[in-house]
């Protein structure tokens, strides 16, 4: 698979119409996810925003703990960011700037992976620096596993309409 061409059609995705606008789903305040297919295989598209103690990698890895104990781990890639930059000019020669990024990265799930999502997740953890990005806590955490594998259930191909 070219990775280029798959980062050249998730762009594509994430821009497209608000009648098909991708659908996040939280996992406290630096991660959303979103589900992806493209050309036959699977994805979940990590949204991540670095902080002074989580800064994704480009080598990214998620581990779901299910609620049966069992772990899944995903390895994908960092496919893109967006940085902003705020000034702030407070007068008399004062100015402070901050910068965020948000990085969007593409990790691979198979189909059995995807029905396993049906168990529940327990905990999240992403491969972040310096320190890893753990929830056990979340806003909407009964209800994130089952809600990712139908959002993968309700997805089209690319040449759907």
């Known amino acids: 698979m070219n990775m280029k061409r798959l980062v050249f059609f998730l762009f594509l995705s994430l821009i497209m119409t608000p009648a098909n606008a991708v659908g996040y789903r939280s996992v406290g305040t630096n991660a959303d996810f979103c589900v992806y297919t493209f050309d036959g295989d699977y994805f979940l598209v990590l949204s991540f925003k670095d902080d002074d103690k989580n800064r994704l990698s480009d080598q990214t890895v998620v581990k779901f703990q299910l609620k049966d104990g069992s772990?899944?781990?995903?390895?994908?890639?960092?496919?893109?960011?967006?940085?902003?930059?705020?000034?702030?000019?407070?007068?008399?020669?004062?100015?402070?700037?901050?910068?965020?990024?948000?990085?969007?990265?593409?990790?691979?799930?198979?189909?059995?992976?995807?029905?396993?999502?049906?168990?529940?997740?327990?905990?999240?953890?992403?491969?972040?620096?310096?320190?890893?990005?753990?929830?056990?806590?979340?806003?909407?955490?009964?209800?994130?596993?089952?809600g990712l594998y139908n959002d993968f259930k309700a997805l089209k191909n690319e040449f759907d309409e």
Do not use: C
């Open 71 to 146: 772990i899944m781990r995903l390895t994908g890639y960092d496919g893109s960011k967006k940085t902003y930059v705020q000034s702030y000019f407070w007068g008399y020669g004062m100015a402070s700037e901050s910068t965020n990024e948000n990085h969007y990265a593409v990790v691979y799930i198979t189909p059995e992976q995807i029905e396993q999502l049906k168990i529940g997740i327990e905990k999240v953890a992403i491969n972040t620096i310096p320190e890893v990005y753990k929830r056990s806590k979340w806003t909407g955490k009964e209800k994130f596993g089952i």
